[in-house]
């Protein structure tokens, strides 16, 4: 297929006819498993030395282009499905066995100065002939790379051949010859530039892919081309400003004339002969701005440059969409420590973020539409930024695209996670020329807020003991401290950088510090209870999370285990945190009573993990203005796992999302431990605001109601606190009036016979606030302690278009009561989830779905259930 832009240039895509085919070698041995230094994560070294299987052996497979060599032996139904039980381990060989992709194609038609070979992802280290001759070799995943082969082509049957060479090889040479560096994983990802978890990690299956990932295809084209084009927006005083930075490529010596435009705005000017670079500035009165979601519309403007001779034959054109919009960093002093606050438009956002992890393995499979829905769940759950983590990806246009167009914040780490990375060549220079390109690449997307230059390395060489085994050998720090800042204050000036996540502003403090910049807290999941969340009053944390098992269905799609246990071959297989059992245990057994079987395990592990960041981000929340931002880890799975999503590897949304759709919400009451502290027999701590508020003990006068704003309009209703029974029956009852700004807190101490009860064990707070507000919740003892009675209710199932209503009368105290309608058909969801309902009062879930459910089966164990039967 060829594409003609502008009357000039024409793309010819490469992308049909190809076949892969693998090439015997030798084989290398695996490492054996390690620990992660952060939380204690590992993954099990492949299985090496494996042979090439007979039935692939020499055989030419059909490829598809873009795509890996995994999906294609999956395809041809060769291999197995990795992401199944444990086959995973068998596939090891694959990464470690050299590929060849071959195809023949036609010389395009027309008598063009230049035809390039363009490919823009080559997965990983690749060498390229063209009818037999050397057209160029690649070693890095994150960027794109273009061979002029005009010279080479015939008019029929050009054969073109992609060799890629073991990424394992690739790396463990360079380790080898450089000397090794601590990473967090028993891998040598850090010694090539690709996608670090590919090489496994604590969520994420080691599958080292190879391929031609991204398009390939040829670009024809005379006289010159837009080589690049970087515009650089501002906005000011009511004036959008866009300084549009272009480079030519040339392939004659004559005077060009470059012409930008947009929102009405035009300018144009000569690029002499002999020149390459120009620089157009547009001034835009009184532009629509682009803002975040909750701030106003994501609004764009097409930008449009073009390229012509000087008697105006058309060469080249380039189209995109901006948005005007500011954003800066507050990092100011204060009487806390130093200040993180993303401020877009001279606005302060609270972040109520999720980390993105790449939503498969397998890059290919990941389409717009999935993007898309993937989003949508993202905004369902309120959240306002995605973090784009350090060991996946710098995302694809359709994700940026998307990320513009819904208003959704963008942070996006460079790709640097975990390890001490080796600084010298060829790694430098890879280094740059990818940074240099992404930065250009994204430059355009008013969502990306924030650079960022590495996950935890830097935390890594501080607490991670790493400096011995280093002796002195480089670790990253020239990329993090010189070379990125370097290049993003050149090339895009107009976002902040900030040198790592966690980072504290200055080298002298300690990266992790809460008091000052971005702060990662993991101590809760691999030491502590939850409840320790309360203990930090962070500026922002950046990552934060915990464990739970996907849905029912996701992991009967993905199990064979029969029976399914928390420790049965598949389940230990697809929980790749080391002691990730053992500390989901440790969760349950702080709070929640003995599970009785697999389906209460699933149950209770799936209502811990919800209340663990409920907790921890109404507490964040509940002190807005010292702390302004989290981000939750993480949003989503690559495969089928036990991990800390909200939303599993098959797509399908956890308790944890429902949570986070109410902790993340604009207007959010809560109940928090304040002045007094917590005291009594028990580990202590409540549920605040969350819908599956935890228990504990509270006393001393040591409680009050929050509300936060994070709304455009002032929230302005009567709030009532009461203190009930477990049968109901009130005990004690205040009221309050809100009057809570944007943007603002307004904290209210309870009084005494509402913080104290009568009998810890018995009783509960309910806070609302209007008609439409969620309950906030505040338990006095942990669910485990308390002596609930067996869940009894009269509940209903009424089919209705698209679904099933399923209505539900508690006759006794229902605590987190969820309906799982992916137990009866896989492809059903629900509306809500974590409802606690008094005696007497009633709740609706709605079930999308196209079968005809069991009304019984819907209405009873193991899909309708609570945690007190």
């Known amino acids: 297929m060829s594409e003609a832009h502008g009357g000039g240039p024409t793309r010819h895509a490469l992308h049909d006819g190809w076949t892969l085919r693998a090439l015997p070698g030798p084989q290398v041995t695996a490492e054996a498993p390690g620990t992660d230094q952060t939380g204690g994560a590992t993954v099990p070294a492949g299985i090496a ?86 057209v160029g070799r690649t070693e890095n995943m994150h960027r794109s790379h273009r061979f002029d082969v005009r010279a080479l082509l015939r008019d029929r049957d050009n054969q073109l051949v992609v060799r890629f060479d073991s990424a394992y090889r690739y790396a463990e040479a360079h380790r080898d010859r450089l000397g090794d560096r601590p990473n967090a994983y028993p891998e040598p990802f850090h010694f090539i530039r690709k996608t670090a978890c590919n090489f496994g990690w604590d969520w994420g299956p080691t599958l080292v892919t190879a391929g031609i990932w991204q398009e390939i295809g040829l670009h024809s084209w005379s006289t010159a081309r837009l080589a690049e084009v970087r515009p650089l927006v501002t906005v000011a005083d009511g004036v959008g400003t866009v300084a549009v930075h272009v480079e030519v490529e040339r392939a004659t010596d004559v005077p060009l004339v470059v012409r930008a435009t947009v929102a009405g705005a035009a300018v144009e000017t000569v690029v002499p002969a002999g020149e390459r670079t120009a620089v157009l500035d547009l001034t835009v009165r009184d532009p629509r701005l682009w803002w975040p979601r909750g701030y106003g519309d994501p609004h764009r403007y097409p930008l449009t440059v073009t390229l012509t001779t000087l008697d105006g034959t ?64 993202a905004i369902g759950a309120n959240v306002n930024l995605l973090r784009v983590w350090g060991g996946g990806r710098y995302e694809s246009t359709d994700f940026y695209d998307l990320a513009d167009s819904l208003g959704l914040l963008v942070q996006q780490d460079f790709l640097f996670a975990c390890a001490a990375y080796p600084e010298e060549e060829p790694f430098r220079s890879e280094v740059e020329a990818e940074a240099r390109e992404q930065v250009t690449r994204l430059a355009v997307h008013p969502s990306l807020v924030l650079w960022t230059g590495n996950n935890e390395n830097i935390w890594g060489w501080h607490d991670w003991d790493w400096q011995e085994p280093l002796a002195g050998r480089t670790w990253g720090r020239g990329y993090y401290l010189d070379l990125l800042p370097t290049i993003v204050a050149e090339l895009d000036p107009t976002r902040p950088y900030w040198p790592g996540s966690p980072w504290s502003g200055r080298e002298e403090i300690h990266p992790n510090d809460p008091a000052h910049g971005t702060t990662h807290i993991w101590d809760v999941w691999n030491t502590d209870d939850y409840l320790k969340y309360r203990e930090y009053v962070p500026r922002f944390v950046a990552e934060f999370g915990y464990q739970a098992p996907p849905a029912y269905a996701t992991l009967r799609r993905a199990l064979s285990d029969d029976p399914l246990a928390p420790d049965s071959p598949g389940m230990a297989h697809h929980q790749k945190a080391i002691d990730g059992d053992l500390k989901l245990r440790r969760g349950l057994d702080a709070h929640l009573p003995a599970p009785a079987d697999f389906d209460e395990w699933h149950h209770l592990t799936q209502v811990n993990q919800a209340r663990a960041i409920a907790c921890g ?46 902790a993340y919400a604009d207007r959010l009451l ?123 209710y009269d509940a209903t199932a009424e089919p209705v278009e698209g679904g099933v209503r399923v209505h539900v009368t508690a006759r006794t105290v229902l605590r987190d009561l969820t309906l799982y309608p992916d137990r009866l058909d896989p492809s059903a969801d629900v509306d809500r989830a974590l409802v606690t309902l008094l005696p007497g009062e009633s709740t609706t879930f709605t079930v999308h779905t196209r079968l005809s459910l069991d009304p019984a089966a819907l209405t009873s164990r193991p899909v309708l259930r609570a945690v007190n039967g």
Request: hydrophobic content about 40%; proline content about 8%; charged content about 25%.
């Open 49 to 134: 030395g494996r042979a090439i299987p007979v039935e692939i052996d020499g055989r030419a497979i059909p490829a598809t282009v873009p795509g890996c060599v995994h999906t294609d032996l999956l395809a041809a139904g060769l291999i197995p499905d990795p992401y199944l039980d444990d086959n995973e381990t068998a596939l090891a060989w694959i990464g470690r066995t050299d590929w060849v992709y071959e195809t023949t194609f036609d010389r395009p038609s027309g008598d063009a100065d230049r035809i390039d070979l363009v490919c823009a992802g080559l997965d990983t280290v690749a060498a390229l002939t063209l009818n037999g001759v050397p």
């Open 314 to 377: 058309a060469l080249d054109d380039w189209t995109r969409r901006i948005g005007f919009r500011s954003v800066r960093l507050d990092t100011t002093p204060d009487a806390h420590g130093s200040a993180f606050t993303l401020v877009v438009n001279g606005k302060p956002v609270f972040v109520r973020g999720v980390n993105w992890i790449p939503d498969d393995v397998f890059p290919n499979r990941v389409t717009r539409d999935r993007l898309a829905h993937r989003f949508d769940q």
């Open 617 to 662: 981000v109404e507490h964040f929340r509940s002190h807005r203005g010292v702390c302004m931002g989290t981000i939750v880890w993480q949003l989503n799975d690559c495969w089928p796992v036990t991990s800390w999503s909200a939303v599993d590897g098959d797509g399908r949304r956890k308790p944890l999302w429902y949570a986070l759709r109410h």
């Open 670 to 792: 809560t109940v928090q431990p304040r002045a007094g502290g917590l005291t009594g027999d028990g580990d202590g701590g409540g549920g605040g605001g969350d819908p599956a508020g935890d228990g504990g003990q509270a006393g001393g006068g040591g409680l009050a109601l929050v509300a936060v704003n994070d709304g455009g309009q002032p929230w302005r209703a009567t709030a009532t606190v009461t203190r009930h029974t477990l049968a109901g029956e009130p005990r004690a009852k205040t009221s309050y009036d809100l009057d809570v700004p944007p943007g603002a807190t307004v904290t209210l101490p309870l009084p005494t016979e509402l913080a104290r009860p009568e009998e810890a064990c018995g009783e509960l707070l309910v806070a609302e606030a209007g008609e439409s507000a969620e309950r906030a919740l505040w338990f006095f003892a942990e669910d485990k302690d308390i002596p609930w009675p067996a869940a009894t």
